[in-house]
């Protein structure tokens, strides 16, 4: 995964727009005051005008199906987890809530298959981001955020 703008982390926040909403058509997922978004067209709208983002570059970054298989969505999640959830809403993060927040996130080409161990795996590596025994890093190939253990 790419990683996202402010304005695009504040966007997935403030809506609940992600790839499974638009994947599996749960437009109800992201009604929430002030934003009542209920099909694409008032998805590109609501992104360009309330959060100066363009969807169609967002969704590439999100729901790219060339980057879905494990390795991908393990540093995926990783990266979910850490900018979504502080360290301390990390630790106290039930597993199988988690596993469907990832799902919710972005089932299709996504966290479908995953188990609760797998959440666990992604949930201890953004705590050792969060510790300083792990750390981000951009990708210079193909741009996509990757973690690794500092020496």
Known sequence: MKKLTNQEIEFIKKT???PTVFQCNE???TNKAPYYINNIDEAHYVAIDYFNINLIEFMGKTANINMCDKINLDYE???LFYTFFSKEELLDLDTSWALKWLQDFKYYFGYRKW???DVELAIQDALEIYGGSREFYECQEDGEVWNRVIN
Do not use: I, L, Q
């Open 16 to 18: 609940g727009f992600t």
């Open 27 to 29: 437009w109800d997922r």
């Open 77 to 79: 999640a990783t990266y």
């Open 115 to 117: 188990t609760e161990k």
